[in-house]
């Protein structure tokens, strides 16, 4: 099992930046490739970054591309998504997920252990 605890949610103005961290846990092997996605009321779970814990390589939805970063601190088990720009609709609630495949896939039913979610709200 791998035990997934996100933090850093919160209320920000629209332009401004926060950082959601998430901490995975247990079973490091199967720990391979962790992504955030969010889920905006009425909406579906969407991707929004993921990245290999293994090599670093990341991957971005393209309506967050330029203004999040995902990365990694291995010391720490812990990835972070730093979120810059924030507009009114990145507002959602964000999830962590961990995926046992080594591959970066976007669909939320390729990852296999999710934290409880963290609440982002952007505000103009």
């Known amino acids: 099992q791998v035990q997934v605890v996100e933090s850093g949610g919160g209320s920000v103005q629209a332009g401004g930046s926060l950082r959601l961290s998430c901490e995975a846990s247990?079973?490091?092997?199967?720990?391979?490739?962790v992504g955030w996605f969010r889920q905006a009321p009425g909406k579906e779970r969407e991707f929004v970054s993921a990245?290999?814990?293994?090599?670093?390589?990341?991957y971005y939805a393209d309506s967050v591309k330029g203004r999040f970063t995902i990365s990694r601190d291995n010391a720490k088990n812990t990835v972070y998504l730093h979120m810059n720009s924030l507009k009114t609709e990145d507002t959602a609630v964000y999830y962590c997920?961990?995926?046992?495949?080594?591959?970066?896939?976007?669909?939320?039913?390729?990852?296999?252990?999710w934290g409880q979610g963290t609440q982002v709200t952007v505000s103009s």
């Open positions: 990245i290999r814990w293994s090599g670093g390589s990341t």
């Open positions: 247990g079973r490091t092997f199967s720990r391979n490739v």
């Open positions: 997920a961990v995926s046992e495949s080594i591959v970066i896939f976007t669909s939320p039913n390729m990852y296999n252990y």
